[in-house]
Every structure is written in structure tokens, then in C-alpha cells.
């Protein structure tokens, strides 16, 4: 079945780093990849997604490439802020059912 | 994308009473799902919401404890039944606006404590 490898957490890093939180996938056909972002407290917000090989997603400075050779789906930030504190998820949908598929989700702290 | 709201936000509960949890959608969507998601861990698909007809249950997951209803377009509820501390986690909903796209969206949860 389909599944999302993502790096455990939590990311430390201090503000102005740069960040890259590894994902993996394993799945038939041709998925769709996200990142998902939860903050504290709060609902998950699609954060960027990416539908085909080579395609980037973008979005508030984070993005991600769709590597299907390497089945891959990394996010990377240039320059994290502290509002960037967060838990981060990976996930893929394939198949007409639409059925998601999580990664466990990576907690980033991002300190001053 | 539209509004997702979700009502309670928050409950405490006392075991083995039960919960209705509503999601509300401000625009019709072809596809409701409702996820669970444990303390710390990541999200676990419960079912999927169908109009009309009964709900799409995933392995581990049974209509007796769960039951959901979606009487229309717009508008989906989960119960949660008979209720135990393991109960005790963030339940969201999601949709899908659009047959043919795949993307997901959430509303903002609501977190259930069991006592």
C-alpha cells in the first residue's frame, strides 16, 4: 500500500536558518504530494502540493520538488522566522478514491 | 478555497456518553472525510461522508462508534459514541471541492478529552 516516510522531529533551529524536513513516499501510479502545516493549537492548513514529476510547490517561502526518481518530496525554507514553529506533514493522495496518506509529521521550533 | 467551521471546538466529556461533532462547509463539495488524530501522532482517516447513503468506514473503524451522517452538500456529523479515554483526541473533517481534483482541505478540529 501507499506510504510517507517523514523525518522524526523535532527540528531545532535558530531563526534565520536554513530548513529542510525530508519526505519519502512509496506508492502506485502517479500520486499527488503535499505539505501540510499545523500550527499550535490549530486545524491543518495546505500549505504547498505538487501533481507530476519535476513540478515545485511554493508557497510563504517553503518549496518542495516532486523527485520521482528518487521518490522524494523534501521541504526547504530558506530563512526560517519563529512564526514558522510548527508541526509539518508530508502526505500523497492516489487513485480516484482520493484517500490521503500521512507522514507521522515533523515538529519544527524555530528559536530567536 | 471556502470556510470549513467545525463546532464544539473543544469538550470534555464523561465516559461513555457520546459527542456529535458538526463540520459545516460554506460551498457545496463533492467529497466530506473525517480524521482522527491522537496526541502526537499523525492523522488517521475514520470515513469518508457520503450524501445520502451510509458512510465508507476504514479498517478498525465501525458505524456502532462512529456514526456520521451527511444530509446534504454542505454539512456532515460524526458521533462519537460510548466514549472512553482512548477517545480522547483532535477529530477534523475534510473536503474536497471539486470531482477530478485531489486536494484536501481541513477544518480547524475539535479536541475531545475523555474523563
Known amino acids: 500500500g501507499d506510504s510517507v516516510t517523514q523525518m522524526e522531529g523535532p527540528v531545532t533551529l535558530s531563526e534565520e536558518a536554513f530548513l529542510t524536513i525530508n519526505c519519502t513516499y512509496t506508492?502506485?501510479?502517479?500520486?499527488?504530494l503535499f505539505w501540510y502545516v499545523q500550527y499550535p493549537g490549530e486545524g491543518l492548513q495546505l500549505l504547498l502540493k505538487?501533481?507530476?514529476?519535476?513540478d515545485k510547490g511554493s508557497n510563504k517561502g517553503f518549496e518542495a520538488t516532486y523527485r520521482k526518481e528518487t521518490t522524494s518530496f523534501h521541504l526547504e525554507k530558506g530563512s526560517v522566522q519563529v512564526s514558522d514553529s510548527a508541526v509539518y506533514f508530508c502526505?500523497?493522495?492516489?487513485?480516484?478514491?482520493?484517500?490521503?496518506?500521512f507522514g507521522i509529521g515533523t515538529k519544527l521550533q524555530v528559536i530567536p | 478555497s471556502a470556510v470549513i467551521s467545525q463546532k464544539p471546538s473543544r469538550d470534555i466529556c464523561q465516559r461513555g456518553t457520546s459527542l456529535t461533532i458538526q463540520c459545516q462547509v460554506d460551498?457545496?463539495?463533492?467529497?466530506m472525510f473525517w480524521y482522527r488524530q491522537q496526541p502526537g501522532q499523525s492523522l488517521t482517516l475514520i470515513a469518508t461522508?457520503?450524501?445520502?447513503?451510509?458512510?465508507?468506514?476504514e479498517s478498525g473503524f465501525v458505524i456502532d462508534k462512529f456514526p456520521i451522517s451527511r444530509p446534504n452538500l454542505t454539512f456532515s456529523t460524526l458521533t462519537v459514541s460510548n466514549m472512553s479515554p482512548e477517545d480522547s483526541s483532535i477529530y477534523l473533517c475534510?473536503?474536497?471541492?471539486?470531482?477530478?481534483?485531489?486536494?484536501?482541505?481541513f477544518g480547524p478540529g475539535t479536541r475531545l478529552t475523555v474523563l
Open positions: 475534510s473536503v474536497v471541492y471539486r470531482q477530478g481534483t485531489d486536494t484536501q482541505y
Open positions: 506508492a502506485t501510479g502517479y500520486p499527488s
Open positions: 505538487a501533481t507530476k514529476a519535476d
Open positions: 502526505a500523497l493522495s492516489s487513485g480516484g478514491y482520493q484517500k490521503v496518506t
Open positions: 460551498s457545496q463539495v463533492t467529497m
Open positions: 461522508a457520503n450524501q445520502g447513503s451510509e458512510a465508507t468506514y
